[in-house]
Each structure stands twice: as structure tokens, then as C-alpha cells.
């Protein structure tokens, strides 16, 4: 199993972005869970949130309301989308599946 995050890049405040997370091997996104993290430097991992079988998803409270995450079942990839991005989400973004996790992406926010 391979995750590859892509999508990010150089935002002011305010701004949005659209992550993707391209799922290769034999799994099936729309019957597990996949899920985003992030990194700040200096700072430990967080969980930005998941999307699992049914579409449900959960969220940090930190992004609740700006952040949404969905899934192209055809094409295996699972989006986070970013809106009312503020300086403090800069950060590698990177999904994971189980104990597999793909090369992150810099977001970065500028005030």
C-alpha cells in the first residue's frame, strides 16, 4: 500500500486549498479509513481528521467548520479541503492508512 499527498503550497490567510491523497495498492478507500495528520515543526503529529466507510467523517475541533474531507472512490483518492486557512494550520500534511503512511505535503499560511 503507497499514500501520496499532494496539493499543497504558499496561501494567505483567509485562502483555501485542496489536498489530495492518492491510495495505490490493494485496498479499497471507500471501505476503510483513511485519515489526515500534520506536522508543525517543533510540534507533535495531529489529527486532522477521517473519513471511514458510510462517509462518515470526524474533525479536529480545530478545523471543524473550515476543513472538509471527501473521496473519489473511482479514482481512490480521498481530498482534504481547506478554507479560512489561518497561519497557525501551516504544517507537512500527510494521510495514513492503518500503519501506512504517505509523504506529507507543505501547507504553508502567511498573515
Known amino acids: 500500500v503507497q499514500l501520496q499527498a499532494s496539493g499543497g503550497g504558499l496561501v494567505q490567510a483567509g485562502g483555501s486549498l485542496r489536498l489530495s491523497c492518492t491510495v495505490s495498492?490493494?485496498?479499497?478507500?471507500?471501505?476503510?479509513?483513511i485519515s489526515w495528520y500534520r506536522q508543525a515543526p517543533g510540534n507533535h503529529s495531529e489529527l486532522v481528521g477521517s473519513i471511514s466507510s458510510g462517509d462518515r467523517t470526524n474533525y479536529a475541533d480545530s478545523v471543524k467548520g473550515r476543513f472538509t474531507i471527501s473521496r473519489d472512490n473511482a479514482r481512490n483518492t480521498v481530498y482534504l479541503q481547506m478554507s479560512s486557512l489561518k497561519p497557525e494550520d501551516t504544517a507537512v500534511y500527510y494521510c495514513t492508512y492503518l500503519n501506512y503512511r504517505g509523504k506529507g505535503t507543505q501547507v504553508t499560511v502567511s498573515s
Open positions: 495498492g490493494s485496498i479499497f478507500i471507500s471501505i476503510n479509513t
